[in-house]
């Protein structure tokens, strides 16, 4: 009897802590380190029974497809959440809705094309925020940037878009992050920054725009990041054109370079006998403003002018065609006449050759020396 109850209460207390340090067969839990992680086991979707002590929680490179608001129920200490390397689509409304505590998102190395209304939407202030090679479709930006406008991300920190084929931000984008200090958009094929496209970072300090696209930064693009006040800037891999439209962009450089984090080495990719040139050296004369007009916008006008040259010659040859065609029997008659008169000159032509040739008008005056 005695022995029942001390088995009993030794299964109540075994059974209460094996369910305290209940952990989802897949993964690794560590409760001393609030530590959960799920790596590499081709996981279909969140593992129920995640304990609620969790406060990092790793579920990487699995196979997940998408996040709903059923995903992280009762999960109200997790701090840090990364899943990346997954091939989540699709972000529900809510998906990370029962987050209270959460700080740091990592959706990078995903594969988004889907973000409902909401499902950015996080009950803490993010922030850090990781969507590097995240974004999949063209549409997953404007979703973002209306997740951004809807949800609260006044406290984000840190933002990561690195990788993600981004062609131009839309205006009024990061209007939202008031409190951004690190942006980061390396490696995407922006080519220019419009008017507003970094409006509202005044607190930013860091901005990663490396090979990106660039050819240049014009008026515009120059206005933008003088908007940052003194953020630094790596603005390097890019395929800067070291051609006259360049001359602001090189004044700018020279003036605010302490600002570019890798000024020094930002080189020229084209013209050809410009390349591995240092652009901050450049003055408008070695850009080819000044003088002989080789720069860009002359060369532009150029090509302009040959092509409309072009059009205008191939005009006059239709018309002239066309005239040819209609005035057939009037060129016939003057082919002919033509013929005829070459005809006479040739005659009066031949005839006088065979009389300086006749030989019994006298030997050839060579001879007559002899
Ligand atoms: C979250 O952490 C607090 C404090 O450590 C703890 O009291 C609470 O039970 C935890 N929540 C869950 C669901 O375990
Ligand atoms: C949690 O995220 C913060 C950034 O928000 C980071 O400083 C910290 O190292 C992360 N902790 C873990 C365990 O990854
Ligand atoms: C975001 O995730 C990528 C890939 O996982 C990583 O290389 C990068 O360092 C992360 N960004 C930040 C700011 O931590
Ligand atoms: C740039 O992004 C592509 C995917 O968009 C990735 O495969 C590549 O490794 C990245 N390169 C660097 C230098 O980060
Ligand atoms: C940018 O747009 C604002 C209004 O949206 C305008 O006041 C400002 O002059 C513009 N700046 C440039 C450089 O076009
Ligand atoms: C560019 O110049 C650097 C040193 O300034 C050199 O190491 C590099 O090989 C050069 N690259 C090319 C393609 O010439
Ligand atoms: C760079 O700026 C300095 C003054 O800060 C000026 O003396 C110099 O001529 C400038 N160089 C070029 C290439 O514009």
Redesign the pocket.
């Known amino acids: 009897m005695l022995g029942a109850v001390q088995s009993a209460i030794l299964c109540a207390l075994v059974c209460a802590s094996s369910a305290r340090a209940a952990c989802p067969a897949p993964c690794e839990c560590s409760e001393a ?1 609030q ?1 959960v992680k799920c790596v590499s086991k081709d996981l279909r979707e969140i593992p129920a029974g995640i304990p609620g002590y969790t ?2 929680l ?1 579920i990487l490179g699995n196979q997940i497809t998408r996040i709903g608001p059923e995903s992280f129920k009762g999960l109200e200490n997790v ?2 959440l ?1 899943l990346s390397n997954n091939r989540i689509a699709q972000l529900e409304s809510g998906a990370f809705g029962g987050l209270h505590s959460l ?2 998102l990592d959706l990078s190395g995903n594969e988004l094309r889907e973000l409902q209304p909401g499902a950015l939407t996080v009950p803490a202030p993010l ?2 925020l990781n969507l590097s090679q995240a974004l999949h479709s063209r549409s997953a930006l404007p979703a973002l940037a209306w997740a951004l406008r809807g949800g609260v991300f006044g406290g984000l ?2 933002l990561d878009l690195s990788a993600n084929g981004l062609v131009l931000l839309p205006s009024a984008m990061f209007l939202p992050l008031g409190a951004l200090r690190r942006l980061l958009l390396a490696n995407n094929s922006l080519v220019a920054l419009q008017n507003g496209s970094l409006l509202g970072l005044e607190r930013l300090a860091w901005l990663d725009l490396s090979l990106n696209g660039f050819r240049t930064f014009r008026k515009e693009a120059l206005g933008e990041l003088d908007r940052l006040g003194g953020a630094r800037l790596l603005l390097g891999g890019n395929p800067l054109a070291c051609v006259c439209g360049a001359e602001d962009f090189a004044d700018w450089l020279n003036g605010s370079y302490a600002r570019v984090a890798d000024g020094d080495r930002l080189v020229c990719a084209s013209p050809p006998e410009m390349h591995n040139t240092t652009l901050r050296t450049l003055g408008g004369r070695d850009l080819g403003c000044h003088g002989d007009g080789a720069g860009e916008g002359a060369e532009l006008a150029l090509q302009t002018s040959y092509a409309f040259l072009g059009v205008v010659l191939g005009l006059v040859g239709v018309v002239f065609l066309c005239v040819l065609y209609l005035n057939r029997t009037g060129i016939k008659k003057w082919v002919t006449d033509l013929r005829e008169a070459c005809r006479d000159v040739l005659e009066g032509y031949h005839y006088r050759y065979e009389i300086d040739s006749d030989p019994r008008l006298g030997p050839p005056p060579s001879s007559a020396h002899l």
Request: hydrophobic share 20%.
């Open positions: 380190a530590t406060r990092n790793f701090t840090n990364s700080r740091s922030r850090d920190a840190q």
